[in-house]
Structures are given as C-alpha cells and as structure tokens.
C-alpha cells in the first residue's frame, strides 16, 4: 500500500546529505557551474536542483558507452562492475521512459543483463511536475506524475513536498511527518495544472493517420544533419552500436547508443542501404515511435518529455508531425 | 520454474577446425560446436573475430562436434576471418532467429532457390530433407551464380544433392567450360515442376524480389513462398534495434519470413 508523508523544502538538502552519509550514490539534476542541468553523480547536495535536467537519467541504466568485456589471453572477462544507487528527482518522462526500455530490454525471449543489473539496482526518487516545461507534452501520454515504478514520489505543495512512498526503504522520520487531507488535495491540484497549461496533442490513431507516401518527410529531409541529438537526448530510444577496440594486449567490446537518423545505421556491406536518405531514416525514427511500436507493445514509444524537440538544431518536432498527420498543417 | 538468464552479448571461444576455398572470395569454415546445440535449418549465429567485430552468419551444417559455415568477404569482419587459419579461436553466439518452419513442411513438394552466398540456409534445409527424404514430396533446386568459379558447395550441388533432388543451375556470366543454363535464376522458372509447393527463397534483395514477382505470375500464392532476410544485426536477440523491416526485427521474428506477412513492408525488395 501506498503511504502518504511531507517534507518540508528547508529539510530537502539536510535529507540529501543524510543519504549521502549512509553511502549511497546518488545521482539527480545538478546545476554546473556554467547553469545547465545536468543528470548526474551528486557529491554535495547544495548543487541538486528540483528542475528538469537536459540528458536525464537514461545514462545511469543504460550508459552512452559501455564496456560488455574483455578479451584477454583467449579469455572472455564480462565487465560486471555496478553499485547501489538512487535517482533522485527524476521526471515522470524519463521514469515512464525506463518502463518502456524494460519493455523491450527486459522482457523479451533474452535479457539485457547489463541493463538489468543497472536497472534493479537504482532506486527512484521521481518529482513529479507541476509546471508544464517549455516543450513537453506528457499530458498526451502518461501526464506528470507516476502511478507506480518509484520509491519515493515528490510533489510540490508551496513549503513542503508531499511524498507518496510505494515503501518505507527511504522514509526517515526525522524529515517526513505525516500529510494532511488538504496537503494531497493541494498535490492534486498542482498536478492538475500541468493538464490546464499543456496543449493535449491529438495523438488517436496516429498510427492509422500516418503515411509513408507524403511530401512532409522530404521537407524534413532537406533540414535534419543526421546529428542524432534526438535519439541521444531521448528517454525510450534503445538502439545501440556493438563495436571492438584493442588497447594494448586487451580488446574490449563496446557498446554505444546509436542513432536510426546516422546513415551507416542500417547499412550493410557493400554500401547497401534500405534507408538511402534522411527521409527514409525520419520515417524510421517517427513509424519506430508512432506505428511499430505501438503495434509491438500497445503503446506510443514517447513520453512527451520534449527533448528531441529542444535538442533538434533545425526544429524537427514531432508535435508538429503529429498534429499534420491528424489534419493540421505544417 | 525460474528462468536463469544469462549474459546473451558473450560469445564462447570455439577454434576454427578446418577451412577449405569455394570460391575466389568464399571460404568454408569449421568450427567446434561447444554447446553441442543442432540449431534449426535457417537460424544463424552471432561469430566475432576478436579486436574487428561480430557479423551474423547462417549455418549450413551442423552435428554435436562440429558447425559449418561459409562466408563471403565483403568488409572488415569477413576481411579479418579469412585471415585466420586453423586452430585459431574466434567467439560465436546462438544459434538465433526463428529458422525455416521445416516441419510444416511434411508432404509438400518443395522448391528451393538460392542466389550467391544465399545457398548456406539452403543447404542447412537440404540436409534435414536428406535426412528425412521421404517425408517430403518432389523437392527441386535452383541456384544461380555470377559465374561458374563463383558456385559454392560445388561437390553437393553437382554430386551429392542430385541423387536425391532435382538440382538446376545456372550462371549469369559463363566461361568456356560452362556447358548448363545461362541467365539469372528466374531463367529457370519454366523447369519449376510443381507450382503447389512450397517455395524457400534465399539469396540478395533484388533476386527475390523478382524470384516472387514470376513466382505470382505464374499463380503461386504469396503464402507459399519464404524468404530469408538480411538487414544489418549488432545483436543478434532483438534488443540493438539495428535490423527492423517495419514492426519485425528480422534477428528475432525471422530471418525467415512468409512472404504474404511482410508483403506490404515499404522497406521490403529496397534498391
Ligand atoms: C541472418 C543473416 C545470415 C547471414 N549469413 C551469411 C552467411 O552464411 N555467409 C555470409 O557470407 N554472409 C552472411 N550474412 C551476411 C554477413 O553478415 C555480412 O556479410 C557481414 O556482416 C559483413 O560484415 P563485415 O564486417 O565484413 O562488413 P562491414 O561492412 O565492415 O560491416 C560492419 C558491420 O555491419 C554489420 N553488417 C554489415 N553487413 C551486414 C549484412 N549483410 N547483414 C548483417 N549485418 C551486416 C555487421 O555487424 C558487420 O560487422 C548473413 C547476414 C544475416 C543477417
Ligand atoms: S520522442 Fe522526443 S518527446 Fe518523445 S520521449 Fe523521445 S525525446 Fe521525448
Ligand atoms: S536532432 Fe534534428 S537534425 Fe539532429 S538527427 Fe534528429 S531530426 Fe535530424
Ligand atoms: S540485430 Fe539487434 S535487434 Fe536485431
């Protein structure tokens, strides 16, 4: 059963030191010293922020590059190192984005081990939004707050949080007290307006709207330049490159996020290619969330967490792909 | 029961136990079947040439000692296999994918066709029907070459199957002592005895697409053919995202598929 606390915002970085001093690692939105956000290992807790970070979280369980072993002598040595962690203050997009990834890494006929071993070993601290961001639209999807999937779960009330907690593993009474009615009544409220403040896309049926045969995707064509920003920077992108590197008498396997907009994705040997050009490897990255997935699995592989849109150089957004497929221009 | 799970992405060292030419630019290699696994006719492996890269490779014969397989050199992987020799060590993983639904197949008359270096499933199909000859109906054969010095598995196809099949060959470039058919393999369509059978298709993108297209054309329904599909595979068990025709990962719901379900895939029969 789900238990219901609060948290006074005075006591958020004395919690946070409390935890760093029990050991964990610890990992959330960091403000740099340049003034981004960035997802990352948290040493002090005065540089945590409760903001939305630019990379998120995907990194922690599914690194950008990883070593899957070593071959050495004639032996393969699996890399297998990983610790204890929490993420705290996660998004619900970037949550809702590993549920998706255990979906597809997790569930099959063959496991990611190495995603797993990452994976179960993290425990969540999601914050739930109360604003709507710049360019998100989880309304359309999952909306700003999860129903599951998390340790803890912040909502922000004025001077307090109030914390939904699916366990007690983290509860420490020195800083939770008890929330009244009119605290969870307020947390609803907040939440609320995130629905008020964010255009709900008409994303029904999409997948029965969109089409191959349309000038859209050689108009988008003639912009993307194949950086990938939008696979890196998203929350239920999965795709990775498999590649081997020799460093002294030691070869290592690699394996590294990849993205369906880099020509040499899907081109084998021989300079063969189903996806020649940028509007056959849009299709791909839009169908792979809009059609093929939702056909696969029973739902949109998007959480609407907006970062492929604030990460695209030349304003490729997949809202508006949307919105043109349901009858909307572009 | 649990299910154990283990790490899928780590290869087992096996060493190369015999290499023979087939052709100028196709080498056969034995490897050690550790796992003493007898994969399915059509399924592949996942073989690493250590300090280069993994690449996806059918299997075309297999008992509980040894595995078979036949590549052609085409880029870095392949480069590198053939440059190892006997006794060295190479990593392999699987055997994956689904592989052909042979056992459907019992009283059917069947037609292979294979293009190129097609012909490995092909020859892992052959040998269950040797094996099991008579529970199938007339089997047939049809492979095409570029050129003659370009045919693999010379000894099957030229000895060994035609004593218990109906082998056609044909060449699209012949030489002076090249005395058989010249044309791409659809050339040989007209040799097709039994337009019921089942149709397995295996060879590059171009040559099926026009192997299907005469096939209907000659009233063949699309669910009798089956094609084996190639698409780029860094995993090999579904997870890269690297080898998908549409909603299908060929790694993991083929290589093998009846042509009607993936009939209408936009990136089917590209280039
Ligand atoms: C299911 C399946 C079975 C196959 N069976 C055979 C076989 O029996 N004999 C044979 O000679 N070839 C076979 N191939 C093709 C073989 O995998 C490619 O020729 C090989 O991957 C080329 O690798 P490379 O490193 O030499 O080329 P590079 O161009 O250097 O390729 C780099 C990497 O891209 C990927 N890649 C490139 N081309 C292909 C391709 N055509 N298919 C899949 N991945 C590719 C591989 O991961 C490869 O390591 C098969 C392919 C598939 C999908
Ligand atoms: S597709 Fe874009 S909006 Fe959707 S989850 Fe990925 S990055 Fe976020
Ligand atoms: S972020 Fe934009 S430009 Fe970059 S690959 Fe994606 S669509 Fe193309
Ligand atoms: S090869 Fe990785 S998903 Fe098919």
Redesign the interface.
């Known amino acids: 059963m789900m238990k219901v606390y609060k948290i006074s915002k005075d006591k958020l970085k004395a919690y946070l030191s409390y935890l760093l001093n029990k050991g964990y690692s610890i990992y959330g939105p960091v403000k740099t010293t340049s003034g981004d956000v960035i997802f990352s290992k948290i040493e002090d807790p005065e540089h945590f922020v409760d903001e939305k970070s630019t990379n998120g979280p995907k990194s922690v369980v599914f690194p950008e590059r990883e070593i899957?072993?070593r071959?050495r002598e004639?032996?393969?040595i699996?890399e297998k190192s990983d610790e204890r962690r929490i993420l705290f203050g996660t998004r619900t997009c970037e949550i809702e984005g590993f549920r998706m990834l255990d979906d597809?890494?997790l569930k099959?006929?063959?496991?990611?081990?190495?995603y797993?071993r990452k994976r179960s070993n993290s425990i969540i601290v999601n914050f739930a939004c109360t604003k709507a961001c710049k360019y998100g639209f989880c309304t359309t999807f999952q909306g700003p707050k999860l129903k599951n999937g998390f340790s803890l779960q912040f909502i922000d009330i004025g001077d307090d949080y109030l914390v939904e907690a699916m366990n007690e593993e983290l509860i420490v009474p020195e800083y939770f007290t008890e929330a009244s009615e009119e605290d969870i009544k307020k947390a609803e409220e907040n939440i609320n307006n995130v629905y008020k403040e964010m255009e709900q896309l008409p994303i029904k049926d999409i997948e029965k709207k969109i089409k191959?045969n349309d000038e859209i995707w050689n108009k988008l064509g003639n912009y993307c330049i194949n950086c990938g920003a939008c696979n890196y920077s998203c929350p239920t992108c999965?795709?990775?490159?498999?590649?081997?590197v020799?460093i002294g008498n030691e070869?290592l396997?690699i394996?590294e996020w990849?993205s369906?907009l880099l020509e040499g994705?899907?081109?084998?040997?021989?300079f063969?290619?189903?996806?020649?050009d940028n509007a056959?490897r849009l299709?791909?990255r839009f169908?792979?969330k809009l059609?093929?997935h939702k056909?696969?699995y029973g739902y949109y592989l998007c959480t609407g967490c907006g970062r492929c849109i604030e990460q695209c150089p030349v304003n490729i957004d997949i809202r508006d792909v949307i919105k043109y497929f349901s009858g909307g221009e572009l | 029961m649990m299910q154990v799970?283990?790490?899928?992405?780590?290869?087992k060292?096996v060493r190369i136990l015999k290499i023979c030419d087939e052709t100028p630019d196709t080498k056969t290699f034995i490897l050690e079947n550790i796992t003493k696994r007898i994969p399915k006719p059509g399924q592949f492996y996942m073989i690493?040439v250590?300090?280069?890269?993994?690449f996806p490779v059918s299997f075309g014969s297999a008992n509980e000692n040894n595995l078979l397989i036949t590549v052609k050199k085409?880029?870095q992987g392949?480069g590198a296999l053939f440059e190892l020799g006997e006794n060295d060590?190479v990593?392999l993983r699987g055997p994956y994918g689904n592989g052909f639904p042979i056992e459907e197949f019992t009283g059917k008359n069947i037609v292979l066709i294979g293009g190129g270096i097609g012909i490995p499933p092909l020859r892992s199909v052959m040998e269950y029907i040797s094996q099991h000859r008579n529970e199938f109906g007339y089997v047939q054969l049809l492979y095409g070459a570029r050129s003659p010095k370009d045919i693999v598995y010379k000894d099957k196809l030229l000895k060994d199957w035609p004593k218990i099949i109906d082998v056609k060959l044909t060449v699209d470039v012949p030489d002076e002592t090249w005395k058989g058919h010249v044309g791409v393999v659809t050339t040989l369509f007209d040799q097709i005895k039994n337009l019921d059978s089942i149709f397995l298709i295996v060879g590059p993108?171009i040559m099926m697409r026009y192997s299907v297209l005469e096939l209907k054309k000659r009233g063949v329904k699309e669910s009798q053919i089956y094609l084996s599909l190639?698409?780029?595979m860094?995993?090999g068990?579904?997870?890269?995202?690297?080898c998908?025709l549409?909603?299908f990962y060929v790694c993991?719901d083929g290589p093998v598929f009846r042509y009607d379900i993936i009939a209408n895939e936009?990136?089917l029969f590209?280039?």
């Open positions: 899957i072993f071959y004639g032996k393969i699996e597809v890494l099959g006929k063959y496991k990611d081990i190495s797993e191959f999965f795709c990775f490159d498999v590649y081997d020799k070869i396997r394996r990849d369906c994705f899907s081109r084998l040997a021989g063969n290619n189903p996806r020649k056959s299709i791909q169908y792979h059609v093929y056909l696969n | 799970y283990t790490n899928e992405m780590l290869p060292t690493s250590f300090g280069v890269g993994e085409v880029g392949t060590i990593g993108e190639e698409r780029k860094k995993c068990i579904g997870i890269c995202g690297h998908n549409g909603r993991k936009r990136e590209y280039g």
